[in-house]
């Protein structure tokens, strides 16, 4: 099975409401499903972009407000998804249950499904800055192009939640992120690599480019998408099959040959998923 995935570098700038926000998504939607994808991802922490909004004395809203933006948020998504007939994985969104913040991911289906992964492990800085609260469960989501997972930024840092998606069945790992500088990049990149490495799957992730003035914690972006494979002989020999300008508002897109995971699992120049020592070590299956 072949499946198309482009991976949104959103460009973060000072907006004056909700209606704006939604033109800036549909346009990268549009953009993207010119390419017909089936699937499109946004990076992490995108709709702090609301919070530039601002409040009647010019002050940038704070973090607590956006979960007042997550019916808009879904009924836009929900509605580009049904229209354009992708999956849209719509980066991250604060939410609350009423006690505590979460940093969520959601996976927006064609026929109007939602499903929601909360960023399991929390950066220092989100503790905080914002007192972030972590999800408590690994989700791993089955569509009609096969079976992914949704981990967000600073989890793909962390490599036993990524071999339990694959136990799962994750034949694509979509990571979205949002880094400030080329440190926080580098740790991101370099990880998603290991975990294509490490599992034989494939990886794409993305980041915010641009700057929100006013919002604190969001002054700098550093961020690329790229759509990233094992290293073995039928992929590209950095195991990069496509990766966008640096801090460019820009869409990136590629295809995926699913079937080249289960050859090189079986055959490949290495069999990394097949040889792990469960002997030694726990099998997350």
Not at 27 to 51: G, I, R, S, W
Not at 138 to 157: K, M, P, S
């Amino acid at each position: 099975m072949r499946i198309r995935v482009s991976a949104v570098q959103y460009h973060l700038h000072t907006i004056q409401s909700f209606e704006q926000f939604a033109a800036q998504v549909e346009h990268y939607v549009k953009n993207a499903a010119e390419f017909e994808p089936d699937f499109v991802l946004f990076p992490e922490l995108f709709t702090t972009q609301l919070m530039s909004i601002g409040d009647e004395a010019g002050r940038a809203l704070p973090i607590d407000a956006l979960p007042g933006y997550t019916e808009a948020y879904e009924n836009l998504f929900r509605e580009l998804a049904q229209r354009t007939g992708l999956h849209l994985i719509g980066g991250t969104h604060i939410t609350s249950d009423g006690s505590k913040l979460y940093n969520t991911a959601y996976l927006f289906y064609p026929d109007g499904k939602i499903e929601t992964q909360h960023k399991l492990h929390i950066t220092p800085s989100e503790l905080k800055a914002w007192n972030m609260g972590a999800g408590d469960s690994l989700r791993v989501f089955d569509t009609a192009q096969g079976r992914i997972a949704v981990l967000v930024c600073y989890d793909v840092e962390f490599p036993e939640v990524v071999r339990m998606a694959k136990a799962r069945g994750a034949d694509v790992l979509f990571c979205p992120s949002c880094t400030d500088d080329k440190h926080g990049f580098h740790r991101v990149r370099y990880s998603c690599h290991a975990r294509t490495i490490e599992n034989q799957i494939y990886v794409v992730t993305t980041g915010t480019v641009g700057s929100l003035p006013t919002v604190d914690f969001m002054r700098a972006n550093y961020g690329q998408a790229a759509v990233l494979t094992p290293n073995d002989v039928p992929f590209p020999p950095a195991g990069i099959m496509a990766q966008g300008e640096i801090n460019h508002d820009m869409v990136v897109t590629a295809d995926l040959d699913l079937q080249l995971l289960y050859e090189v699992r079986d055959k490949g120049s290495v069999t990394t998923w097949r040889d792990r020592r469960t002997d030694l070590y726990t099998d997350w299956a």
